[in-house]
């Protein structure tokens, strides 16, 4: 279980919020709102540790993440804004090099099994930069399906989805949550998540 | 370490994929030491005593030029901040990534290096030194180039900047090299130049890919 107390964070002059407190148990999700600039992807960069907090503490399961080190980071998956895919690999390629930096060899048969449950069949062995935006962003999402991670940390995950895709990936969010996952993400509109509760910033 | 052989494997694979940039590099070192014989003219005895200087200024430069984009790439698409994010510690995955730069830009130059110093009419024992010196001498480059790619990421002019600091520190590896070529060419033995760039070579595996963490940590936040 992730939890945070007092975490403050300041980005050069600006105080973009102090003192937040809240904690993120299995099963649940958090929806991280508020208006463009007032510090969500920032939060989410805070909770990964790809920043420092100017104050407060990120623990998991009780303990600081900054001591944990790469114990948190085994049981965390991080999908930010850029899309993290390489252009001139394909598809395949991508989800099995972005596995293999996580420690783990992921096999032809369960890699081919993730991109064809976002709708990639067919386009499996093309370069990336061939894809439609939407299609780039489903390449980087079916590292959801390959990476095994108790907390999903997802920046803007919507973006750039069909509506199929949305649902696709609002039940596969279910899935993982009802496994005893956890998950925080951003993002404007309503999710058609149950269990979550909300965070404005 | 399977990761770190996933980086290594990556890079190469996108290296094939967009070969332009490795072959510039290549093609500027063939060019530009080709071109100092073309242009003094038949001289043997100055070309063999100029051709150490030449060859390794050459190497240099060659080796500069790709520098820039040794972490642009990961950084601009996001990759960056999986690998800091990845279970395995970021200073072993950027030895990774120094380690395919160094294949696919230093590499390279060591082999060509014996055909080229052929035009400077240099003998095989000379050849010997010179791949023995360039072996050794270019992976110092690469993990040195590695620091300033990583304090130059994400600066607008961060070529010239880059080249600003790079440069002076390329210095020891340019006067031990060359000096290894000059020295045998003289009969003193190059064993002392070489050792001396082993030594800059072990302190450099050490702490480069270590401040190089640490200045893609800063470049991140």
């Known amino acids: 279980m992730l939890s945070i107390h007092g975490l403050s964070c300041v980005r050069g002059e600006r105080r973009l919020f102090a003192g937040l407190d809240f904690a993120v148990g299995p099963g649940e999700w958090l929806h991280v709102r508020g208006e463009n600039g007032a510090g969500k992807t920032s939060l989410l960069r805070l909770l990964v540790g790809l920043m420092a907090p100017a104050e407060g503490e990120i623990r998991w399961n009780g303990e600081n993440v900054r001591t944990l080190g790469e114990?948190?980071?085994?049981?965390?998956?991080?999908?930010g804004h850029h899309g993290a895919v390489k252009e001139e690999l394909s598809a395949?390629?991508?989800?099995q090099l972005a596995s293999q930096l996580d420690g783990d060899a992921l096999a032809d048969r369960s890699a081919l099994a993730a991109l064809h449950r976002f709708g990639l069949k067919g386009r499996e062995e093309l370069p990336v930069r061939f894809l439609s935006a939407g299609q780039k962003r489903r390449v980087l999402l079916a590292r959801l399906v390959t990476k095994q991670a108790k907390l999903w940390i997802l920046d803007e995950p919507f973006t750039a989805?069909?509506?199929?895709?949305?649902?696709m990936l609002s039940a596969l969010i279910g899935e993982h949550l009802a496994d005893g996952g956890m998950a925080i993400l951003t993002s404007h509109q309503a999710m058609p998540i149950p269990g979550g509760r909300e965070l404005q910033l | 370490m399977n990761a770190v052989l996933a980086v290594i494997r990556r890079d190469l694979l996108l290296a094939m994929r967009r070969k332009s940039e490795v072959l510039t590099a290549l093609f500027f070192f063939v060019i530009v030491t080709s071109l100092f014989p073309l242009g003094i003219g038949p001289e043997p005895a100055l070309l063999k005593k100029i051709a150490p200087g030449v060859l390794w200024v050459a190497a240099l430069l060659a080796t500069m030029l790709g520098l820039q984009r040794m972490f642009a790439a990961d950084h601009a698409d996001g990759t960056l901040e999986q690998m800091v994010l990845s279970p395995t510690p970021l200073g072993l995955l950027v030895g990774g990534k120094i380690a395919a730069h160094w294949m696919l830009s230093g590499l390279p130059l060591v082999l060509l290096a014996p055909v080229l110093g052929l035009q400077f009419d240099l003998d095989v024992g000379a050849l010997g030194v010179l791949m023995l010196a360039l072996l050794l001498g270019t992976p110092l480059l690469s993990l040195i180039g590695a620091i300033g790619a990583a304090l130059t990421?994400?600066?607008?002019?961060g070529g010239v900047l880059l080249s600003l600091l790079v440069l002076p520190l390329y210095v020891p590896a340019l006067i031990f090299g060359a000096g290894a070529v000059e020295a045998h060419i003289a009969g003193l033995g190059a064993g002392?130049?070489?050792?001396?760039?082993?030594?800059?070579?072990?302190l450099a595996a050490f702490f480069a890919p270590w401040a190089t963490t640490a200045a893609l940590r800063i470049a991140l936040e």
């Open chain 1, 71 to 79: 114990d948190y980071r085994r049981h965390l998956l991080f999908l």
């Open chain 1, 92 to 95: 395949l390629e991508n989800l």
């Open chain 1, 161 to 167: 989805l069909d509506v199929k895709a949305v649902d």
């Open chain 2, 153 to 157: 990421l994400g600066l607008r002019g």
């Open chain 2, 192 to 202: 002392g130049h070489l050792s001396l760039l082993a030594a800059l070579l072990a």
